[in-house]
Each structure stands twice: as structure tokens, then as C-alpha cells.
């Protein structure tokens, strides 16, 4: 019963290196999410997807993208890491419909720039 | 701009209190609102989940209210215990990308 499961769970990047943060979730649920947490910012959405094939942007997306091709998958990509982007980050999903029914979170990818 | 404000910050209780934690949220426009329990290191669980045509929902210790006109949320814990500590956050669906709007938790201890 893994629910949504992120890897990986740490990393340290240097400034300007790339990385892929994959979110797999395993109850079919048609909505992925991705968090990121910071002290007294909170959680902010960073790009979600309503399917398979659909990504969006949320709240702060600069610097990041985002693929969807498989329902169960959901990568999250740095293309130049920055020491702005240390930060926890959280995947979540949940079944639908759209903006109703409880919301399941991954266990935080914790990632450090230097 | 969406807020969602979660008063105090932090509380310290000793075991056995009944207690209340308070969330409040701007515009009305709401389709549910959820109270989340994190603990340090770990991601967020969801505890509740109340639909804006609820008033209220309870779970073992736990009753989690809905006052929309006021736009205002409480969990109520009774019967604290220890292994309640965590960081407790609520979040009000209805964001205008559809998502959740998260405020910043309330950080509880309940001490021995």
C-alpha cells in the first residue's frame, strides 16, 4: 500500500546543475500536485496536472517544469538549479473531481543547492 | 489575493487538555476545507475533510467545523496526548488554479 512515493529523498546540487524529481502514485487518482515548503512561506504550488499528458502552472513555477506521461508519474524538473530553489518539495494527488476529495502527500523530497 | 491564517503559531499544552485550533480563510468562494497533520521530517496526513455543504466532521478525538459567512475553521482536540504534537495546517479548496490554499500551521505540543 505505497500511496505516493518520491525520490528520491535527498539531494545536494550545485548551482546550475539539472535534476528530475519523480512522484509515482499507485490509486489511480487523476490530479498530481507539486508543493514546495519553506519556513514561514508555507506550502506553494509550484505546477499540477488534471491527467495524463496535462500539466499547468501554479503559484511559483519559474525554474521548473513539469511531465505527465504516464497517470501514475509525475516528474518535476530543475533545469539550472539555483540556492533559491532549496526547499522541501512535496508531491500530492488525489482522485477527483476537480478540487474536491481528500488530498494524499508524499514523504518530501529535501533538496539543497549550494 | 487568497489568505489563509492560522492563529497562533504555536501552542504548548499539557496532556489531557481539550483544545482548539483556528483557522480563518478570505472570500467565501470555497468548496472544502482540510486539516492536515505533519510531523517533523514527514509529509502532510490528512485528518479531515469538510465539504462547504458541511458544517462539521469528527473522527476519533478530532471535530473540525465549518463556518463559511464568518469564514472560519476549528479543529477541536480532546482529550490531548502527547503523540498529538505535530504541526497541524488547514487548507481551504477553492484556489483559483483549483488547488488547495495552505495557511502555516499551527505548531502543537503536548507535553507529559
Known amino acids: 500500500n505505497a500511496g505516493v512515493t518520491q525520490t528520491p529523498k535527498f539531494r545536494v546540487l550545485k548551482t546550475g546543475q539539472s535534476m528530475t524529481l519523480l512522484c509515482a502514485q499507485d490509486m489511480n487518482h487523476e490530479y498530481m500536485y507539486w508543493y514546495r515548503q519553506d519556513p514561514g512561506m508555507g506550502l506553494r504550488l509550484i505546477h499540477y496536472s488534471v491527467g495524463e499528458g496535462t500539466t499547468a502552472k501554479g503559484e511559483v513555477p519559474d525554474g521548473y517544469n513539469v511531465s505527465r506521461l504516464k497517470k501514475q508519474n509525475f516528474l518535476l524538473g530543475l533545469e539550472s538549479a539555483a540556492p533559491s530553489q532549496t526547499s522541501v518539495y512535496f508531491c500530492a494527488s488525489h482522485l477527483g473531481p476537480w478540487n474536491t476529495g481528500e488530498l494524499f502527500f508524499g514523504e518530501g523530497s529535501r533538496l539543497t543547492v549550494l | ?112
Open chain 2, 1 to 112: 489575493k487568497q489568505e489563509v491564517t492560522q492563529i497562533p503559531a504555536a501552542l504548548s499544552v499539557p496532556e489531557g487538555e481539550n483544545l482548539v485550533l483556528n483557522c480563518s480563510f478570505t472570500d467565501s468562494a470555497i468548496y472544502n476545507l482540510q486539516w492536515f497533520r505533519q510531523d517533523p521530517g514527514k509529509g502532510l496526513t490528512s485528518l479531515l475533510l469538510i465539504q462547504s455543504s458541511q458544517r462539521e466532521q469528527t473522527s476519533g478525538r478530532l471535530n473540525a467545523s465549518l463556518d463559511k459567512s464568518s469564514g472560519r475553521s476549528t479543529l477541536y482536540i480532546a482529550a490531548s496526548q502527547p503523540g498529538d504534537s505535530a504541526t497541524y495546517l488547514c487548507a481551504k479548496g477553492g484556489g483559483s488554479q483549483g488547488n488547495l490554499i495552505f495557511g502555516k500551521g499551527t505548531k502543537l505540543s503536548v507535553k507529559p
